[in-house]
């Protein structure tokens, strides 16, 4: 058996980890039905979302996330 070194397992897995300060959008509501709602801006920590902000303006949300929602900074 081919046993990888350990440093290797964790480069690759850092990798592919989301970055620290990733920042998402959530809607507090159905989106499809009120697209209005308020968004919650949740930001990651290295292992959960952290709620950081709640606003009621679209393009509040689209510069606290960053240029594209699912790209890293």
Do not use: C
């Not at 499809?32 to 801006?41: E, K, S």
């Amino acid at each position: 058996m081919d046993d990888e070194p350990l440093s290797e397992w964790a480069q690759r897995r850092n990798r592919r980890l989301r970055p620290v300060g990733a920042r998402r959008d959530v809607t507090t509501a159905a989106a499809h039905v009120d697209p209005t709602a308020p968004r919650l801006i949740q930001e990651w920590d290295g292992h959960a979302w952290v709620p950081i902000a709640l606003t009621d303006e679209p393009l509040t949300t689209a510069v606290a996330t960053g240029p594209g929602r699912h790209r890293r900074p």
